[in-house]
């Protein structure tokens, strides 16, 4: 840990390099020709893998959870970002003709041998790309592909007078007059025997470069140049040859540090598509025990992580967020590390930078508390959160040690952007096309940036239409779970679905998570065959909603600031006797009333011989005991509680809930024996509940043995004895079911 948070800081001291791409010599052995001024300059663009100084390892496990969208972009097409995490699909142009692209094995992601990392844009033609791509944001009618000509143009010095009407017209519309006239006096012509002397000069990825940028020149020349002909050329199909100083040791999307103030990351889907993400960092309070160790983090959010120790090191860690649960963990036992040790060799490393002795104490005990705990988290939400307000507090530190003064000092390029960099928790510009997005393979693409990105400007509407769509299939009872999941309505779901990933656009692994929600929902059963597969609709049904709402209270900033407790009262504690009711292998039916145990030897034996029962029936529960039945009272009440919360962090709880549900295959509404007018028949032996809903057949084989389904489709599993007289009943579906089935004379013997 210490070694890769001693290169973070290293970078920082380190200048930035200034070299080109590539410089044509302008004194050639053995060469005849003379070409007086014709190698002016350096290459156009001249951002390399040696600019990118500010990658930080530390950060290759953070991802978070949910980014936004970018705003609505200034005038100038920079993005004003408040604090928090934001993500994007950019527009991304190639800078380097001649070098393969992105390698896109995997579905959405570039796959490379290395991944990409930021490095600012430089070059003599590096200011006017710029303004090509920041007035690129306010234009959406001029084609990205005609801007990539454009481009190509500059970079390959071809007269752009000779391109096609539509990269002249881009010309026109994102270039100044001044900007022309400048372009116009670019143009480079090579004689052909000072081409041949140079080509053998040169060493494979410069020769490729050369001889790229030399075919785009003659193309254009001709005036008829398609994109298609300029892109063939310009960015080859493969994989580069390695080269000395490639650097396969860059993951994909490793983070880096914006001198404005924020953290990015690239992850390239092709030459033309960058994924883009960014955290500003947030504001955090650190609290600190007698010994110096970290005893607290804290957002301003209203998340903690609250640490203990003991006299070994790290004894327990606890998580605390808006209206969820407590993420606990217990006996870590971590032998404490000293955050100050290795302190002064960071310094020395730092020097200049008057960087504070807090700051750089908590930038090391954070990482060191991340990397004890990152082996004993686990994989779940919530540890991934913790892990995650750990490194956003890292980031905030970071960005406060930062003195601009400093660092601008000691890297000429930040001088200005560090200027204006913005201690944590406070808004930072973003300026899409200064950065380069930078590969660990010298063979492969420099990518330049835009702030166009595809537009998800119904995200919002849709996530609640998907949200709305999903809980309206939400059913507690089997009976209704039955007719609630039709071909149609798992059609509309999916189709919702579906127009949610569309919508977001801009951020691939969410739309990745769509994809497995899809899935999910493909899989809800319209035949409900028993408890189980009604609590597994539902849990499909509810995660789809959670998850709806948490992308609109993330994306959207739609919902309310405090969502109510997700918590439901808690079970009470069954006595040691209800215990073993609750724990008993089968149910009892010894205790059942005489009247309730005569019908349920009657309705066995006809069961026996029906078919369409499906032969003999079970029996699930029959007598319970007061406490028994209030406790599966409480549980269905706590479980229907839970699914119609808005509140998206209640998943925990539910699932528990859940698993009780599928335990004691409750189906419906127990009632409450608690209540003067309970209608509660179990504890009294006056009620059975078979194994499963054989349809109205039960009804028929009942009302010859004196039993009828007093509550219908509503709890079809349950009978009770027909009573003496059945006005007797509420009105409504109990009557209905008495006089239809009770009391029945044509019975078999």
Same mark, same amino acid.
């Given at each position: $840990?210490m070694?890769?948070l001693?290169a973070?800081?290293?970078?920082?001291?380190?200048?930035?390099?200034a070299?080109?791409?590539?410089?044509i010599?302008?004194k050639?052995?053995?060469v005849p020709i003379?070409?007086?001024?014709?190698?002016r300059?350096?290459?156009?663009?001249?951002?390399k893998?040696t600019?990118a100084?500010t990658?930080?390892?530390?950060l290759d496990?953070?991802?978070p959870?949910?980014?936004?969208?970018?705003?609505?972009? /200034? @005038? /100038?097409g920079t993005?004003?970002?408040?604090p928090?995490?934001?993500a994007?699909?950019?527009?991304?142009?190639?800078l380097?003709?001649?070098?393969y692209?992105?390698d =896109?094995?995997?579905?959405?992601?570039?796959?490379n041998?290395a991944?990409y990392i930021?490095?600012?844009?430089?070059g003599?033609?590096?200011? &006017?790309?710029? =303004?090509?791509?920041r007035?690129?944001?306010?234009r959406?009618?001029v084609?990205?592909?005609d801007i990539?000509v454009?481009?190509?143009?500059i970079?390959?010095?071809?007269?752009?007078?000779?391109?096609s009407p539509r990269?002249?017209?881009a010309?026109?519309q994102? $270039?100044?007059q001044?900007?022309?006239r400048?372009?116009?006096s670019?143009?480079?012509?090579?004689?052909?025997?000072?081409?041949?002397q140079?080509?053998? @000069?040169?060493?494979p990825q410069l020769?490729?470069?050369?001889? *790229?940028?030399e075919?785009m020149?003659?193309?254009?020349?001709?005036?008829?140049?398609?994109f *298609?002909?300029? +892109?063939k050329i310009?960015?080859?199909k493969?994989?580069?040859?390695?080269?000395p100083?490639d650097?396969?040791?860059?993951?994909?999307g490793?983070w880096?540090?914006?001198?404005a !103030?924020y953290f990015?990351r690239f992850k390239?889907?092709?030459y033309?598509?960058?994924?883009?993400?960014?955290?500003v960092?947030?504001?955090?309070?650190?609290?600190?025990?007698?010994?110096?160790?970290?005893?607290?983090?804290?957002?301003f959010a209203g998340?903690?992580?609250?640490?203990?120790?003991e006299?070994?090191?790290?004894r327990?860690?606890?998580?605390l967020?808006?209206?969820?649960?407590?993420?606990?963990?217990? %006996?870590?036992n971590?032998?404490?590390?000293?955050?100050?040790?290795? &302190?002064e060799?960071?310094?020395?490393?730092?020097?200049?930078t008057?960087a504070?002795?807090?700051s $750089?104490r908590?930038?090391?005990?954070?990482?060191?508390l991340?990397?004890?705990?990152?082996p004993?988290?686990?994989?779940?939400?919530?540890?991934?959160?913790?892990?995650?307000e750990?490194?956003?507090a890292?980031q905030?530190e970071?960005?406060r040690s930062v003195?601009?003064?400093?660092?601008a000092?000691?890297i000429?390029?930040w001088?200005?952007?560090a200027e204006?960099a913005?201690r944590g #928790?406070?808004?930072?510009?973003h300026?899409?096309?200064d950065?380069?997005?930078v590969?660990?393979?010298?063979?492969r693409?420099?990518?330049?940036?835009?702030g166009r990105?595809?537009?998800g400007d119904?995200?919002?509407?849709t996530l609640?239409?998907?949200?709305g769509? *999903?809980?309206e299939?939400i059913?507690p009872?089997?009976?209704?779970a039955?007719?609630?999941i039709?071909?149609a309505?798992?059609?509309?779901?999916?189709?919702l679905?579906?127009?949610?990933? /569309?919508?977001?656009?801009?951020d691939?692994?969410?739309q990745r998570?769509?994809d497995?929600?899809r899935?999910?929902a493909?899989?809800?059963?319209? /035949?409900?065959? =028993?408890?189980? %597969?009604a609590?597994?609709n539902?849990?499909?049904?509810?995660g789809?909603e959670? %998850?709806?709402?948490?992308m609109?209270?993330s994306k959207? %900033?739609?919902g309310?600031?405090?969502?109510p407790?997700?918590?439901v009262?808690?079970?009470?504690?069954?006595?040691?006797?209800a215990?073993k009711? +609750?724990?008993r292998?089968?149910p009892?039916?010894?205790?059942?009333?005489?009247i309730?145990?005569? #019908?349920?030897?009657?309705?066995?034996?006809f069961?026996?011989?029906?078919?369409v029962?499906?032969?003999?029936?079970g029996?699930r529960?029959?007598?319970r005991?007061?406490?028994?039945q209030?406790?599966?009272?409480?549980?269905?009440e706590?479980y229907v509680?839970?699914?119609?919360?808005?509140?998206?962090?209640?998943k925990?709880?539910?699932?528990?809930?859940?698993?009780?549900?599928?335990?004691?295959?409750?189906?419906g509404?127990?009632?409450?024996?608690?209540?003067?007018d309970?209608?509660?028949q179990h504890?009294k #032996?006056?009620a059975?509940?078979?194994?499963?809903?054989a349809?109205d057949?039960?009804?028929?084989?009942?009302?010859c043995c004196?039993l009828?389904?007093?509550?219908g489709?509503?709890?079809?599993v349950?009978?009770e004895p027909?009573?003496?007289?059945?006005?007797?009943?509420?009105? !409504?579906?109990?009557r209905?079911?008495?006089?239809?089935f009770c009391?029945?004379k044509?019975?078999?013997p």
């Amino acid at each position: $840990m210490m070694r890769r948070l001693l290169a973070v800081v290293v970078s920082l001291s380190m200048a930035a390099s200034a070299g080109a791409q590539f410089k044509i010599p302008k004194k050639l052995p053995h060469v005849p020709i003379k070409a007086p001024g014709l190698f002016r300059e350096e290459s156009p663009v001249t951002t390399k893998l040696t600019d990118a100084v500010t990658e930080i390892s530390f950060l290759d496990d953070f991802d978070p959870i949910y980014p936004r969208p970018l705003p609505a972009p /200034n @005038q /100038n097409g920079t993005y004003s970002l408040d604090p928090g995490a934001y993500a994007y699909l950019a527009e991304s142009y190639c800078l380097r003709p001649g070098a393969y692209g992105p390698d =896109n094995r995997e579905l959405g992601v570039g796959k490379n041998p290395a991944g990409y990392i930021y490095a600012p844009l430089e070059g003599p033609k590096s200011e &006017l790309i710029k =303004n090509i791509l920041r007035r690129s944001v306010s234009r959406p009618d001029v084609d990205q592909k005609d801007i990539q000509v454009l481009l190509w143009a500059i970079i390959a010095r071809a007269d752009l007078n000779r391109a096609s009407p539509r990269a002249q017209q881009a010309a026109e519309q994102l $270039m100044t007059q001044e900007e022309r006239r400048q372009l116009d006096s670019n143009v480079l012509t090579i004689p052909a025997e000072l081409k041949k002397q140079l080509l053998k @000069q040169l060493r494979p990825q410069l020769r490729a470069s050369f001889q *790229a940028e030399e075919k785009m020149r003659t193309l254009f020349s001709k005036g008829n140049a398609t994109f *298609a002909q300029l +892109e063939k050329i310009a960015v080859p199909k493969g994989d580069p040859i390695p080269q000395p100083g490639d650097r396969s040791d860059i993951p994909r999307g490793r983070w880096s540090y914006h001198p404005a !103030g924020y953290f990015v990351r690239f992850k390239p889907t092709q030459y033309s598509k960058t994924a883009v993400e960014i955290y500003v960092p947030e504001e955090f309070e650190i609290d600190r025990d007698e010994m110096g160790r970290i005893t607290a983090i804290s957002d301003f959010a209203g998340s903690r992580v609250e640490i203990k120790y003991e006299s070994s090191g790290l004894r327990s860690i606890r998580f605390l967020q808006e209206n969820r649960d407590p993420f606990v963990r217990q %006996d870590i036992n971590v032998a404490s590390t000293n955050p100050l040790a290795g &302190l002064e060799h960071l310094i020395a490393s730092v020097k200049g930078t008057r960087a504070s002795l807090d700051s $750089m104490r908590d930038l090391t005990a954070l990482a060191s508390l991340h990397d004890s705990l990152l082996p004993l988290i686990g994989d779940s939400d919530d540890g991934r959160a913790l892990l995650n307000e750990i490194q956003m507090a890292w980031q905030s530190e970071f960005q406060r040690s930062v003195e601009v003064r400093k660092v601008a000092s000691l890297i000429p390029l930040w001088s200005e952007l560090a200027e204006t960099a913005a201690r944590g #928790g406070r808004q930072v510009v973003h300026d899409p096309a200064d950065e380069v997005a930078v590969p660990g393979e010298e063979g492969r693409q420099r990518l330049g940036q835009s702030g166009r990105h595809c537009s998800g400007d119904f995200l919002c509407q849709t996530l609640g239409a998907a949200a709305g769509k *999903a809980h309206e299939g939400i059913k507690p009872r089997k009976a209704d779970a039955a007719s609630a999941i039709t071909t149609a309505y798992r059609n509309q779901l999916d189709a919702l679905l579906k127009g949610v990933k /569309n919508q977001l656009c801009d951020d691939p692994k969410a739309q990745r998570h769509i994809d497995s929600l899809r899935r999910r929902a493909q899989g809800l059963k319209s /035949n409900i065959a =028993n408890v189980a %597969d009604a609590v597994n609709n539902n849990a499909v049904l509810k995660g789809i909603e959670n %998850d709806m709402r948490s992308m609109m209270h993330s994306k959207c %900033d739609v919902g309310p600031s405090h969502y109510p407790p997700c918590e439901v009262p808690r079970l009470a504690e069954l006595s040691e006797s209800a215990r073993k009711e +609750e724990n008993r292998n089968g149910p009892d039916v010894d205790d059942l009333n005489p009247i309730t145990k005569a #019908g349920l030897q009657c309705l066995t034996k006809f069961s026996k011989g029906n078919i369409v029962s499906g032969g003999p029936i079970g029996v699930r529960s029959g007598f319970r005991s007061p406490e028994y039945q209030r406790h599966l009272y409480h549980l269905f009440e706590n479980y229907v509680a839970l699914l119609n919360s808005k509140n998206p962090n209640c998943k925990h709880r539910l699932r528990q809930l859940e698993a009780e549900m599928r335990h004691h295959l409750v189906i419906g509404h127990a009632t409450n024996p608690d209540k003067s007018d309970s209608e509660s028949q179990h504890p009294k #032996g006056l009620a059975i509940d078979i194994d499963d809903d054989a349809g109205d057949v039960l009804d028929t084989m009942g009302s010859c043995c004196d039993l009828f389904r007093r509550y219908g489709s509503n709890d079809p599993v349950h009978f009770e004895p027909c009573p003496a007289d059945c006005s007797d009943l509420p009105t !409504g579906t109990q009557r209905q079911q008495c006089e239809a089935f009770c009391h029945q004379k044509d019975c078999p013997p």
